[in-house]
């Protein structure tokens, strides 16, 4: 293994483990939130959830995508990964246009 192939290896490690605990802490987060005098809205609380699934299905596959070279050449895991970028970009411009208006 070449240097440039463990910095990648350890890139995506670091991207799955974030993966992984980031639904967990944006739910502990909520918890938090929902239980207290604080009120979310409806449209803040939808926006949420949704970055919940998508950053860590964004991060895994990034970090399968930068670990594993076959990964790299396949077309429909870079068709996977653009997609879910694209809903990636998408709902965080939701987000900001519905945090706009509040």
């Known amino acids: 293994m070449s240097g440039s192939n463990i910095v990648l290896v350890i890139i995506g490690l670091v991207l799955i483990i974030f993966g992984l605990a980031y639904p967990?802490?944006?739910?502990w987060r909520l918890n938090r939130q929902l239980s207290g005098k604080e009120a979310v809205v409806n449209r803040?609380?939808?926006i949420t959830l949704v970055l919940?699934?998508?950053v860590?299905?964004?991060?895994?596959?990034?970090?399968?995508w930068l670990m594993?070279?076959?990964?790299?050449?396949s077309?429909?895991?870079?068709g996977?990964?653009?997609a879910t970028g694209l809903l990636l970009v998408g709902t965080l411009m939701a987000g900001w246009y519905i945090n706009r208006g509040t």
């Open 52 to 54: 919940a699934g998508l």
């Open 68 to 73: 594993t070279p076959i990964a790299r050449t």
């Open 75 to 78: 077309l429909v895991y870079m």
């Open 56 to 64: 860590p299905l964004m991060a895994v596959l990034t970090g399968f």
């Open 44 to 46: 803040q609380l939808v």
């Open 80 to 82: 996977a990964l653009m």
């Open 24 to 27: 967990f802490i944006v739910l």
